[in-house]
């Protein structure tokens, strides 16, 4: 059931749409559960998105430029920014440039990074974090976090970067099977030729040189060529631009790729702990 919470907070592109789609209904004299039994939803479903109580899925979307979008393409054109809406307010403005990069590059120390989630691990993770988010929400989630994926095959081609600490590998999120797919997944992705997957492994420090002390990073580099570093501790964000804090943090982050595994290195390791018995 549709939480009514959501109603205060749904954006602004997810409320024009659903006035339109509301008019529009309207107009050919419809209610909520005729137009639903076109979509292939329910009425409450309408209801919910008409209200903004649930944001119109990409799969609703589809379905209303179908029946009621006359060749407009006005929903089709509404999908991305609907989901941008979706993504936690926090995230908005990295997501939004996250889209536009031309070279993104990613250190992590607990979890696999959203970019590079199967959809049973990003569910398991929201799904499990606390406080626990409704289920309508986990799904809003988790859809706007797998269409964040276009990025590997978007054009122009971005360039990719990650880079894993060992332990995020061996922490075991939702189950062994779901853990173990998103290992094989990982490993595909490390396969192409605009991503490179690194691991930097637990003994990195036993030199007494451990550059990922300090926690997650991730850099891009936008078209115009602006550089920024995004940080997200315990659901804040900071995006940081000024010129002298952003190469601190691209010096750091090259010094942790000098500590990692090389790519095939790397790569190997990965696929040997997804067929290990997990």
Do not use: C
């Not at 379905?63 to 809406?85: H, K, P, Q, T, Y």
């Amino acid at each position: 059931m549709a939480r009514s919470e959501n109603k205060e907070t749904v954006g602004s592109t997810t409320r024009y749409v659903a006035r339109i789609a509301r008019n529009l209904r309207k107009q050919k004299g419809w209610s909520q559960e005729e137009l639903g039994n076109r979509l292939g939803f329910t009425g409450s479903a309408v209801s919910a998105m008409e209200t903004g109580s649930q944001p119109a899925s990409d799969q609703m979307l589809e379905a209303l430029e179908r029946v009621l979008g006359n060749g407009s393409s006005i929903f089709e054109d509404a999908r991305e920014f609907v989901r941008m809406d979706k993504y936690p307010a926090q995230f908005k403005d990295f997501a939004a440039l996250e889209q536009r990069v031309v070279a993104i590059f990613i250190y992590e120390t607990h979890v696999i990074n959203g970019l590079f989630q199967t959809e049973d691990y990003a569910y398991a993770l929201i799904n499990g974090g606390f406080p626990p988010p409704p289920e309508e929400r986990v799904r809003e989630l988790v859809e706007a976090r797998m269409a964040r994926q276009a990025l590997f095959s978007r054009q122009p081609t971005a360039l990719i970067e990650l880079i894993l600490d060992e332990s995020v590998l061996r922490r075991e999120i939702g189950s062994k099977a779901i853990m173990r797919e998103q290992l094989l997944h990982l490993a595909e992705l490390a396969r192409l030729r605009n991503v490179t997957v690194q691991i930097l492994p637990l003994n990195a420090g036993s030199r007494g040189e451990y550059a990922g002390a300090r926690g997650s990073i991730t850099l891009i580099e936008t078209p115009e060529d602006d550089r920024f570093v995004y940080l997200e501790p315990q659901d804040e964000s900071l995006l940081i631009k000024d010129s002298g804090k952003v190469r601190t943090y691209a010096q750091r982050y090259a010094k942790i790729r000098a500590q990692a595994l090389g790519p095939d290195e790397s790569l190997a390791f990965i696929e040997r702990l997804a067929g290990e018995d997990r």
